[in-house]
């Protein structure tokens, strides 16, 4: 799979587990990725194979509503529209919904906000996966999903956001998707699997250099001070400072030409980076 992944845009959520089992060198299931995906540690996507409806929104911060006067639609946004207050809150903010009056089309792939039925829909997958209960609560909000590549509408993320809708059965109108569309797959993007591996995998920590170790580099460093103390030609490539130094120093710890060689080439890399 590795060799053809980043061609891949999105991956099943058996195929990710596996891929990050590989990567992390540890069994993932894809209920350790529903659990991650719920928590908001991994950035889980849908992919929507039918057009389904759905209304263009923008978030804001409810304590960033003005209180004196109703609350009305962002006249910065391209279109005017209904606003709906958020009872789920992101990162400990309440957030005000601004929604256009005229549904969508929309189908593809879609990252998850988790902030309403989409969050329920990733609950329902895990405990399908896991054989407990079924669900029986719904969202009033609506579903989410945002379109990472397009344009930044809000403050939440990069993307546009959707609010999924269904149709009455009457064909009356609209109103707010309770879950994601049940022709929907949950999938994983490779750009998330790697935030996630990012996450999991423990900071680098530079050993100290032991002992033996130190005293090289220092019996480097001395040799090559006392050749800039005496200067003389024919110090016109490494080869033949190298040369020079094992002929000098040849008892000296470090002082060998396969260290000396690979100790230059390190040196020239580092300060090129």
Known sequence: MSKIL???EWLTLDEAATHVSSLVEENVSVLDLLWLGAERHLTLSVRIPNPTMAKLCAFKAFDEVPKAEPLRANPDLPWTGELVTLGDSI???TWVVETSHNPVEVYGVFE???????AIS????YQARRGGPPLEFVS????????PKALLYGELQGGRPFKLMERFEDDSGYYPASRLPSDSELVVRPASIN???GKLQ???VEKPLAAKE???HLNVIGVLLELLRSPRPGRDSEAAIIKEMLENYPDKAGISKRNLETKFAEAKKSLKS
């Open 122 to 125: 990733v609950e329902d997958e």
């Open 91 to 93: 990162d400990g903010i």
């Open 214 to 216: 130190r005293t090289t």
């Open 195 to 197: 935030d996630l591996v």
């Open 112 to 118: 998850l906000l988790m902030i309403g039925g989409d």
């Open 202 to 204: 423990p900071p680098r």
């Open 140 to 147: 009033m909000n609506g579903a989410y999903i945002i379109e």
């Open 6 to 8: 980043h061609l891949r």
